[in-house]
């Protein structure tokens, strides 16, 4: 439904990035400007997801996957309907949950058609303005499309704003940090070792004090 989630994207999460947070975006030419392409980036709120993709044009939204758990976003009729029509979510099962038997080819298929994707390697929120090690999901997708390039972001103050288990938003500066695109290194853990370096060049050009 693009009309409802244009709709949703103009009255709700436009006002309040634009009113309620401040916003400092950083490089936003690196931006791809169609797909496929994979957007990671450190996740520490609910927040992340319709701020990453509020950095794209209205009339490309449909085109803009986020990745989530299924578990989450799928445990109640109301909140996959929001999920599915609202935030155009790919499910996925995380470790533990009932698995399909390719959980990936949702996403592959996906960056198939030429879409983004909006992809946390963490696996979960973590705790405000800290980063966990980032998980291997991601090195297995991307062998698949050696090809498509991988945008590392680096997103600062939104733990803050909304952190994890609190459902208000609290008035804070979110930096947004948009790195060089990163592609297939040929070897998982080079790749994923990659990565993690492109999140800590990325904190550490934003001057956030040390690495957790």
Known sequence: MPRLQKLFFILMVKPILLIVLGINLHHPERLPKDGPAVMIANHNSHMD???????????KLPNIRP???????????WLAWFATNIMN???IARRGGKKEKDPLEPLSAALD?????IFFPEGTRGEPEQMTELKSGLAHLIKRHPHVPVYPIFTHGLGKAMPKGDPLIVPF???IH???PLYWQGDREQ??????????????????????
């Open 113 to 117: 058609r030429g879409e983004v994707l």
């Open 173 to 175: 500066t979110a930096n």
């Open 49 to 59: 997801t319709p701020l990453l993709m509020n950095l794209f044009p209205l009339s």
């Open 191 to 212: 790749f994923m070792a990659a990565a993690s370096d492109r999140f800590r060049m990325l904190r550490e050009e934003g001057n956030y004090g040390e690495w957790e």
């Open 67 to 77: 990745i989530a758990a299924a578990d989450y976003f799928f445990k109640t009729r």
């Open 178 to 180: 948009i790195g060089k």
């Open 89 to 91: 979510i790919i499910p």
